[in-house]
Nanobody, 122 residues
Framework: VQLQASGGGLVQAGGSLRLSCAAS????????MAWFRQAPGKEREFVAF????????YYADSVEGRFTISRDNAKNTVYLQMNSLKPEDTAVYYC????????????????WGQGTLVTVSS
């Protein structure tokens, strides 16, 4: 599976962005998907998870209620809608694919996109 993330950019605090991650290959629907992020000088951290069918989602406490992960298996794409953005959300955001049923740790993901930079100004 090859992943291509897009949609990052510069936004003011309180604003919104939608990230997309397009996957190649016919087996996209068999992979659980997630978004991670990495801020400068910090470790990569879990943001959101979605199961293969989209029926289960999980979020980091820091984004719960502000971010929404979704997927369209017909389009081989996973999304991250980010609302009420804060300066501390500034990071490079990565999409990732895992063959596991549930996975929230980076080491559980086999495929990674190249990352897209989100910058939130105060």
């Amino acid at each position: 599976v090859q992943l291509q993330a897009s949609g990052g950019g510069l936004v003011q605090a309180g604003g919104s962005l939608r990230l997309s991650c397009a996957a190649s290959g016919r087996t996209f629907s068999s992979y659980a998907m997630a978004w991670f992020r990495q801020a400068p000088g910090k470790e990569r951290e879990f943001v959101a998870f979605i199961s293969t069918s989209g029926g289960s989602t999980y979020y980091a406490d820091s984004v719960e209620g502000r971010f929404t992960i979704s997927r369209d298996n017909a389009k081989n794409t996973v999304y991250l809608q980010m609302n009420s953005l804060k300066p501390e959300d500034t990071a490079v955001y990565y999409c990732a694919a895992s063959p596991r049923i549930i996975a929230t740790r980076p080491q559980e993901y086999d495929y990674w996109g190249q990352g897209t930079l989100v910058t939130v100004s105060s």
